[in-house]
């Protein structure tokens, strides 16, 4: 079976947060396709850069759960199972927000480096 990807836009938006929003919902009005009319408080970056640290807190929060879930399961309170479950998916975020980071930094030092 063939299955859909979805776009970079949706991952982004899923990645901060807004899994309900569309890819024209994730998007600023003047970039998102038919105009979805969304408005950023203040500016596109300063909007994506305060997205992006609540998502590095939610980061934060997935790590601390599976923290006490493995303190749990050295207790004899919680199952492997669990434990390994938490393990796993607070690495593949870590691994994830990680990548993202040394992205997006590689992209600003292109940026800055960008004779005008």
Known sequence: MVQQ???LDT????L????E???SEALPSSVSPAGSGVEFEKNIFDDMLSRAVEALNGVSQTE???NQIIEKYTRG???LQEAMVAASQMSIM??????????A??????ITQMQV
């Open 105 to 110: 930094v590689n992209t600003f030092k292109e």
């Open 94 to 103: 870590v691994q994830m927000a990680t990548t993202i980071i040394t992205s």
């Open 16 to 19: 901060l947060g807004d899994e």
């Open 21 to 23: 929003l569309g890819v």
């Open 64 to 66: 601390k759960s599976a």
């Open 77 to 79: 309170e919680v199952g």
């Open 5 to 7: 990807i979805d776009s």
């Open 11 to 14: 991952r982004i938006a899923r």
